[in-house]
């Protein structure tokens, strides 16, 4: 069982920066792919951003290439996602997830098992 726990939400101007963690605990996370998802009302949740086990490899979503970067810090247990050139269209509530299986780095949200509770990010026009 792993518990994730976001952080770092909030209000921002289009432009802007945020950065978001997601704490975890109940097993280390050196052996679990995590992941940055998504959601709004009225769609489904997407894939933000994903990185391995190890950090080695990092896989973002075309809309967060250039803007988003994904890290963990696997002694903390913790993972980050730091966001710049903020667009109202990335308003969501963002979410960790964890894939014990450790198999392929998924991109899709059936590929986790462990979710957060969520963390609003609010992107002002």
């Known amino acids: 069982q792993v518990q994730l726990v976001e952080s770092g939400g909030g209000l921002v101007q289009a432009g802007g920066s945020l950065s978001i963690s997601c704490e975890a605990s109940?097993?280390?996370?050196?052996?679990?792919?995590m992941g940055w998802f998504r959601q709004v009302p009225g769609k489904e949740r997407e894939f933000v951003a994903a990185?391995?086990?190890?950090?080695?490899?990092?896989y973002y979503a075309d809309s967060a290439k250039g803007r988003f970067t994904i890290s963990r810090d696997n002694a903390k247990n913790t993972l980050s996602l730091q966001m710049t050139s903020l667009k109202p269209e990335d308003t969501a509530v963002y979410y960790c997830?964890?894939?014990?299986?450790?198999?392929?780095?998924?991109?899709?949200?059936?590929?986790?098992?462990?979710w957060g509770q969520g963390t609003q990010v609010t992107v002002s026009s």
């Open positions: 109940g097993r280390p996370s050196s052996s679990v792919h």
């Open positions: 990185i391995s086990w190890n950090g080695a490899r990092t």
């Open positions: 997830a964890g894939d014990p299986k450790r198999l392929r780095v998924g991109m899709n949200r059936y590929d986790y098992d462990y």
